[in-house]
């Protein structure tokens, strides 16, 4: 049976791609068959991530009777190259002296980019989108009969559009995602009363991962100067707090002495599972999506196997 895993945010630029496709290939690194679905319709990425195109995008499995083969590209072998190839990537050995291949499978489901695509979707009559709901419904299923899934990771759209909010359905684990600022804060609590509690009553499970939380680069100098200040900010407290905190589910707690990133969590009944920093360096990468394979040692790397380890 496959478990499904949805990234999903109130606001966009939260890091679900980020988040995503990292995840997905942790758990192929793990030997696991994962599938990533690009389910962001409106704004798709994963082309220009993993610089492929399919024979068939995911737009034409949901409006035509596109074969999941085509639709699905392996892209196991180019992981294992992309390690290889690149010289800014560490050597990655095990104990035993040897090169740690992704043993698992990672297939990827491609949206197409192209305007017309997404209109298609968006604006097709009552009985169009009928029927790309109940082929969606089928997707999650032939991933798992056909290609033997483990894991249908999927990322979203951001907000409450149609897509956004369908792209949903198929998920046992719904990720929702926030930076710790007021608006995502609001927002999140919006959708979560309104959407989120929907799937909830129907089974899915939900988690909140606050991500790109401040401290891990704001100078300690920060912390100092703003000390002196009255009034303190988030990530003048978070820096001290992040410094020599040991699990993650002690954040929580500790976070909410500064402001409320916990209200949602009580309010709603869903866990926050995460807090991830803000790391700049990924941030600036040119391929972050690749990070927990370029950077084996990189914190952001042990963010994610965390995270993973919880949902696994
Ligand atoms: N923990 C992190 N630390 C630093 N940068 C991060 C982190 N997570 C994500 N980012 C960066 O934030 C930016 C936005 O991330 P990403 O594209 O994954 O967000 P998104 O939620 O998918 O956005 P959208 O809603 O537009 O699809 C990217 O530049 C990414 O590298
Ligand atoms: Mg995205």
Known sequence: MSKCIAFHSYKGGTGKTTLACNSAILLAKRGYSVCLLDLDIYAPSFHLYFSKEPRKWINDFLTSSADIRDVMIDVT??????????????????DDG????????????????????????????????????????????????????????????????????????????????LKMSDLDIDGTRIVAEEIYRFFIELGSKAFLVYNMVQGYCVPREAVSVKEGLSNLSTYAIAQPLLGDVTSVTQLPQRLNEIEDPGSISTNLGVEIISFIPCYCDIQFLKKEFLTVIKYRHHPFTSQIEKLIDTLS
């Open 98 to 177: 040897n090169e740690v291949e992704v043993t698992g499978k990672l297939w990827v489901g491609f949206s197409n980019p192209q305007k017309k695509e997404i209109f298609k979707l968006e604006i097709a009559d009552a009985e169009t989108k009928r029927q790309a709901i109940r082929r969606f419904v089928q997707f999650r299923e032939i991933l798992t009969s056909e290609l033997g899934a483990d894991y249908i990771i999927v990322d979203t759209s951001p907000g409450i559009r149609f897509w956004s909010i369908n792209s949903l359905a198929i998920a046992d684990i719904l990720l929702l995602t």
């Open 77 to 94: 072998d180019s992981l294992n190259n992309q390690r290889r190839q690149s010289d800014t990537i560490e050597s990655i050995k095990r």
